[in-house]
């Protein structure tokens, strides 16, 4: 290798091949690399995707479930310092040509599942399809290049589409730099343990799954990767000696009561619960369990992990999303400047996980970053010790009567009430007030009285302002992979039903 410069590093998988080749680095299904193997598929994909680029110069998609090939993909683009675009496979495949258009993919690897709608999405395209298949059927190389890339930490990294509450989601670019100290931060907040073992289970489309496998290469950590979440196969990881785990409030809530009656594994350590508002009483059934939970916030734009409350801070901190990372600030904006300790305003980031900006757009000199400040468009507050709590989305305020109403705050509410399952709340129009907060609400039985019981409950702990206006009840609410709640396609339903 030759000597880096102040923005070039060593290869990361590289570094831990060299260090600890016979490390496990990888499990899935059965199947095991060591880290030596995996540099060795790396390798072998990498030729291949050169290859196939031979005359592109577009970015890397990747349409696949959480496969070892996606890995494979993952580490060889960054091998030969190309983006990738993970794309969510949930979408249609008007929704993913879209994505393929915008992000100028010159090259897709995709899954078989997948197959027939990646070749609706790309038609009329000029990009190759790679099947992932055939990267997982690759033998070894016969040696290794004299000379591996230095990483560039300032060059894109990836493009990750945010979740598109509202509107076309955007894509995010995301730089090497921003991983590097992502993946530094996260092992200087939580610890670093050489027995550790992180357990990938959320979508590798999502940045809350896919930073776990660069986390787990900058740290030489091995990664339990599931095809899909399953809460059976989740609990066998954890019990097999999974020490780190990310998941979303529906995805725990399953593990939960799929261990209803078991113990949990000292072993495990974290378990770092993001993705949207973590329910209180979820986190206090943890606690109250012994399970070392973590409540994070987090974003798209700040490649993961923001603040974490680490789980010895829980119990007395219930409903924080913990302090910032290191490296990482947060203030809070108020219409006079910085807000008091307590005071709600909106939650404004700064640090090197903060991204580039967005696909057909320069984040510098736009309203969205300020002195280096990236606008989350989040409302919260920091209480006197400096612990961030999440209010809600700014976007989502509701203003009723001159009022400021948070959804997130009557959704607390009615998550404490036993019969509800799960809650979303939007503003409709009113001409006398202006607009009026509306419930969707999934309960756990019958119907029976439940809006005169929902109503009872609601005068008992909020003010008649922020009293929903109307319950509407739902067999499920329209969530995101990463457990959002997509108001926009909430609000479409209740505008439906009114």
Not at 206 to 213: A, Q
Not at 361 to 366: M, N, T, V
Request: hydrophobic share 45%; glycine share 10%.
């Amino acid at each position: 290798m030759t000597p880096s410069s102040a923005h070039q590093i060593p290869n990361w998988l590289e570094v831990a091949a060299r260090s600890h080749p016979d490390k496990p680095a990888l499990t899935f299904a059965g199947q095991g690399w060591t880290y030596a193997d995996l540099r060795a598929s790396v390798e072998a994909t990498a030729a291949v995707l050169s290859g196939a680029r031979a005359s592109s110069a577009g970015r890397i998609g990747i349409l696949s479930a959480n496969r070892p090939g996606v890995v494979f993909t993952v580490h060889a683009a960054t091998r030969m310092a190309v983006p990738i675009v993970p794309l969510n496979w949930r979408q249609t495949a008007e929704e993913l040509a879209w994505q393929l258009r915008d992000a100028g993919i010159s090259l897709l690897v995709v899954d078989e599942e997948r197959a027939t709608v990646a070749k609706l999405a790309c038609a009329g395209l000029p990009l190759e399809i790679v099947p992932i298949a055939e990267l997982e059927r690759l033998a070894e190389p016969g040696g290794r290049p004299d000379a591996v890339p230095l990483i560039d930490l300032e060059r894109e990294a990836m493009v990750i589409y945010t979740s598109g509450t509202s509107g076309r989601p955007k894509g995010a670019r995301i730089t090497y730099g921003n991983l590097w100290f992502g993946a530094v931060a996260s092992a200087l907040h939580l610890g670093h343990h050489m027995e550790d073992v992180w357990l990938a289970a959320m979508p590798l489309f999502h940045v809350g799954g896919l930073t776990i496998l660069f986390r787990g290469a900058i740290g030489a950590v091995p990664v339990i990767l599931l095809e899909r979440f399953q809460p059976e196969r989740a609990l066998a990881a954890i019990n097999e000696g999974a020490t780190l785990v990310s998941v979303v409030p529906t995805m725990l809530q399953r593990l939960l009561e799929a261990n209803a009656a078991g113990s949990w594994p000292p072993s495990l350590r974290c378990v770092l619960l993001g993705g949207s508002a973590a329910p209180p009483r979820l986190v206090e059934e943890c606690v109250r369990r012994g399970i070392p939970i973590a409540p994070t916030y987090g974003l798209t734009e700040a490649t993961s992990q923001v603040t974490t409350l680490l789980p010895e801070e829980t119990p007395r901190k219930l409903g924080s999303s913990g302090v910032p990372l290191p490296l990482t600030e947060v203030r809070i904006a108020a219409q006079a400047g910085v807000a008091l300790a307590g005071e709600v305003g909106e939650i404004e980031i700064r640090g090197p996980t903060v991204f580039a900006g967005y696909i057909g757009g320069e984040l510098r000199g736009s309203p969205a970053l300020n002195d280096g400040w990236f606008r989350t468009g989040d409302a919260g507050y920091l209480d006197r010790d400096g612990f961030l709590h999440v209010v809600d989305r700014r976007d989502d305020l509701i203003v009723s009567g001159g009022e400021n109403v948070y959804p997130a705050e009557i959704e607390l509410v009615l998550r404490q009430h036993p019969s509800v399952l799960d809650v979303g709340v939007i503003g409709v129009a009113d001409e006398s007030w202006g607009s009026r907060p509306v419930a969707a609400v999934v309960l756990r039985g019958d119907r029976g009285r439940a809006s005169v019981q929902l109503l009872d409950h609601c005068r008992q702990y909020l003010p008649g302002y922020k009293i929903p206006d109307r319950f509407l009840f739902l067999s499920e609410l329209p969530r995101s992979p990463s457990g959002k709640l997509l108001r926009r396609a909430l609000r479409e339903k209740i505008v439906e039903s009114l």
